[in-house]
C-alpha cells in the first residue's frame, strides 16, 4: 500500500513524501496513525543536526532521515500468527511520522477506553522518564531539583510528586514552560538556571541542599551547575541527552562530597524480566496508560500545538526559533 511520511532529506529540511509499505508480516500490526507527537529534544536536535562527531547521535542519523518515534494508531491489519489483536483496536507504540505503520505486535500497547489518542501518544516519553525517576531511588520527603521544563521535565516533575516529593524545585529561563506546573503540588518554581539557583533551593528546603536533581535540559553546560544544589551523598540523575558530552564537565562535588551521578537512558529498560518484581519497559508504558486513566498523570494542558502533517516545516522552524512558547506538538494523521 502507500503512505505519506515526514523525512528530513539534509539538516534543515523537512518535506512529506510518499513511498510504499507492504503487508503485515508474522508478527506484525499495519496501523492506520492517528496521532504522532514530536520529541522537540530528540527532533530538533537532529533536524538542526546539533550534534558532534562520534556521539551516538551521529552514528544513528543518516539523512535521508524518518524522524518521530510517538505514535498511536488503530490496527487495520494483523499479520499471521498475532494474537489479542483485531482490526479497529487502538494501539500506542514506537514508529516513526507516517500515515501508516507495521510494527511488532509484542511492541505495542493496547490503549485502554478511557484514554484519547492525544494521551496515549505520549507513552514513549512516560517509559522514558519513568526510567530516570526509579534510578533516582527517591525517598519519601525528597527535596528535588529539575532543571529543564520541556516534555521529559514535565512529566518528571509529575512522577517525583507522585513519589511523594516534599519540595519540587523547577528551573527553567522560560517562565511559559514553568506555568504548565502551576496546579501541580509541592511545586517551586525559579524562571532562572541552575547556576543561579543555590539560595533558592536553601530557602525552599529549611537552609539545606536538595536530595536529588535531574538535568533534564540536554545541554552540556548545565550538569556542573546542578552538582551544588545537591547535598552530600544526594543524586544527581541525567536524564537530557546532549549531542555534545565532550563538553560535559564536572566538578569536585562529584568526589569530595560523594554525590551519586546516575545516566538515564530509554535503552536501559530491560526487555523481559523472570520476576513480577523487575519493571520492564512494557510494564512500564502499561503503568503510565494505568496513571493517565485514573487521572494522577495529566497530559492534556502540555498540548499545545496540532499541526497537519503538510505543515510540518512550519512546525519544524516554530520548534527552531521559539521552542520556549510551545510544549506538546501533535500531527493529527486522521480520526
Not at 539538516?11 to 508474522?26: E, F, K
Request: aromatic share 6%; charged share 15%; hydrophobic share 45%.
Amino acid at each position: 500500500m502507500q503512505r505519506t511520511a515526514l523525512k528530513f532529506p539534509g539538516p534543515g529540511q523537512v518535506c512529506l513524501a510518499t513511498d510504499s509499505l507492504p503487508a503485515p508480516q508474522p508478527g506484525e500490526l499495519l496501523l492506520r496513525t492517528t496521532r504522532t507527537l514530536i520529541s522537540t529534544g530528540t527532533e530538533g536536535r537532529i533536524y538542526a543536526r546539533d550534534f558532534a562527531a562520534g556521539t551516538h547521535f551521529a552514528h544513528w542519523v543518516k539523512y535521508p532521515f524518518h524522524p518521530g518515534y510517538l505514535h498511536c494508531g488503530v490496527v487495520e491489519a494483523v499479520g499471521p500468527g498475532v494474537t489479542g489483536w483485531s482490526p479497529g483496536d487502538r494501539a500506542a507504540t514506537r514508529a516513526p511520522h507516517a500515515s501508516h505503520v507495521t510494527v511488532s505486535a509484542d511492541r505495542a500497547v493496547p490503549v485502554p477506553a478511557a484514554v484519547a489518542d492525544e494521551e496515549a501518544v505520549w507513552l514513549g516519553l512516560g517509559r522514558i522518564t519513568q526510567i530516570g525517576v526509579r534510578a533516582a531511588g527517591h525517598q519519601l520527603g525528597d527535596t528535588v531539583v529539575i532543571a529543564g521544563l520541556g516534555l521529559l521535565g514535565q512529566l518528571v516533575a509529575q512522577y517525583v510528586a507522585l513519589a511523594g516529593a516534599r519540595t519540587i524545585l523547577a528551573l527553567d529561563p522560560a517562565p511559559a514552560r514553568l506555568a504548565f506546573l502551576a496546579g501541580l503540588p509541592t511545586v517551586q518554581p525559579f524562571a532562572g538556571s541552575a547556576a543561579d539557583a543555590l539560595a533558592a533551593v536553601r530557602s525552599a528546603n529549611d537552609g539545606f541542599r536538595a536530595d536529588v536533581a535531574y538535568d533534564v535540559t540536554g545541554h552540556h553546560a548545565v550538569l556542573p551547575t546542578l552538582l551544588p544544589l545537591v547535598r552530600d551523598a544526594g543524586t544527581v540523575v541525567v536524564l537530557g541527552d546532549t549531542g555534545r558530552p565532550h563538553l560535559q564537565t564536572l566538578t569536585p562535588d562529584l568526589v569530595t562530597r560523594g554525590l551519586h551521578l546516575v545516566g538515564a537512558h530509554d535503552s536501559q529498560a530491560p526487555v523481559q524480566s523472570p520476576t513480577r518484581g523487575l519493571w520492564t519497559g512494557r510494564r512500564m508504558e502499561e503503568f503510565f496508560l494505568h496513571l493517565l486513566t485514573q487521572g494522577r498523570m495529566n497530559v492534556r494542558p502540555l498540548i499545545t500545538h496540532r499541526f497537519a502533517p503538510a505543515a510540518a516545516a512550519e512546525a519544524y522552524e516554530m520548534l527552531r526559533t521559539s521552542r520556549a512558547s510551545a510544549m506538546g506538538c501533535l500531527f493529527v494523521w486522521s480520526d
